[in-house]
């Protein structure tokens, strides 16, 4: 595996919509607060990517391409998947046709998709076609495989070649990826680094989730970054594993922001100087609410960049670029 010799900035986006939370928020609650304002929220953070020479890979749901669901209806793969929990799938329950005029701009988006891959330095990579859990109990690997089949198609038909993906929820299987590589995708991204036990109990499980919850504010579980020899193939693909999730605003830790913000500044630092990789993610619909406080903290985070840049040569690659640049 090459190595850069330099630090390494990669920002992933999982553009979902409500594709990727209809089993656990609602159109009426969530969708109005935070997934309505979405193309408002992608549109000023590519202003912020392109004003500090960041580049970014957005993997997006695939039924987010079509302009309505009478279009994605005529054009759902015939194999869907069978989850023993129907709620995760919107191909149960009449989910599809069930949703009105209003609340197309919830789900479907192509115009702002495409815009994404007009942008130099932006990347369009897949979140599946369906927001497809690979470990539901009822899947099978037809499934997926008709499932990533479709994306690439649907992603081809708009001049878009894909060739990496996140899988939602992070849920995936040598067998997933074995069928990612048939379909030409190359780079996909894994788990962060375990800095925490295994909960082997419900207690530890809690304990786990304070701890990650601390260590966005301080540093509890150490640095995040990635030695470039620690970036693993596996069935042909390359696991850009995430560092850290860039956790949304919130009114009530408010006071907590400049912590956040210095941990993040710490980390990317870090990796400049260590030359490393730094991998930070998000869903744009987190930034739907409190916008203006999430674009300042993210510029926060870009001049960062900017200046282990300047001072360390540090690079921002999306997914692609930097398996292309360590193969």
Same mark, same amino acid.
């Given at each position: 595996m090459n190595n850069p010799n330099k630090g390494t900035l990669v920002i992933s986006l999982d553009y979902e919509l409500m594709w990727g939370i209809i089993d656990v928020l609602t159109k009426d609650g969530y969708g109005q607060t935070h997934v309505k304002q979405v193309p408002d929220v992608i549109n000023k953070m590519i202003a @912020?990517?392109?004003?500090?020479?960041?580049?970014?890979? /957005?993997a997006t749901v695939g039924m987010i391409m079509y302009s309505n669901s009478k279009e994605l209806l005529a054009d759902i793969p015939q194999v869907h998947p069978t989850y023993k929990q129907t709620v995760k799938s919107p191909y149960e329950h009449d989910y599809i046709p069930q949703i009105t005029a209003e609340e197309e701009c919830l789900f479907f988006q192509p115009e702002v998709a495409k815009r994404i891959n007009s942008h130099k330095g932006m990347e369009f990579g897949t979140h599946t076609y369906c927001h497809y859990y690979c470990w539901a109990e009822g899947q099978t690997t037809e499934q997926f495989d008709a499932d990533t089949k479709?994306?690439?198609?649907?992603?081809? =038909?708009?001049?878009?070649?894909? &060739? %990496?993906? #996140? /899988?939602?929820?992070?849920? #995936? %299987?040598?067998?997933?990826?074995?069928?990612?590589? &048939?379909?030409?995708?190359?780079?996909? =991204?894994?788990?962060?680094?375990?800095?925490?036990?295994?909960?082997? %109990?419900? /207690?530890?499980?809690?304990?786990?989730?304070?701890?990650?919850? @601390?260590?966005?504010?301080?540093?509890?579980?150490?640095?995040?970054?990635?030695?470039?020899?620690?970036l693993e193939y596996k069935e042909g693909m390359l696991n850009v594993c995430a560092s850290r999730m860039l956790r949304p605003?919130?009114? =009530?830790?408010?006071?907590?922001?400049?912590?956040?913000? =210095?941990?993040?500044?710490?980390?990317?630092?870090?990796?400049?100087?260590?030359?490393?990789?730094?991998?930070?993610?998000?869903?744009?619909?987190? /930034?739907g609410a409190n916008m203006e406080e999430n674009l300042r903290f993210l510029e926060g985070v870009l001049q960062t960049y900017k200046k282990c840049k300047e001072r360390y040569g540090m690079q921002s690659c999306t997914m692609t670029e930097i398996k292309d640049q360590l193969s």
């Open positions: @912020l990517f392109e004003e500090y020479d960041v580049h970014a890979t /957005f479709k994306a690439v198609e649907v992603a081809k =038909r708009n001049g878009i070649e894909i &060739k %990496s993906i #996140v /899988f939602p929820r992070n849920q #995936v %299987s040598d067998e997933h990826l074995k069928i990612c590589a &048939k379909y030409g995708i190359t780079s996909y =991204r894994g788990n962060a680094l375990k800095f925490f036990n295994e909960p082997k %109990s419900t /207690f530890e499980e809690i304990k786990n989730r304070i701890c990650r919850l @601390l260590d966005a504010y301080i540093n509890v579980g150490g640095m995040t970054s990635i030695p470039y020899e620690k605003y919130s009114s =009530r830790l408010f006071f907590l922001e400049e912590l956040r913000l =210095r941990r993040i500044k710490k980390e990317m630092t870090y990796a400049a100087k260590k030359s490393e990789m730094y991998h930070l993610w998000w869903h744009p619909h987190n /930034f």
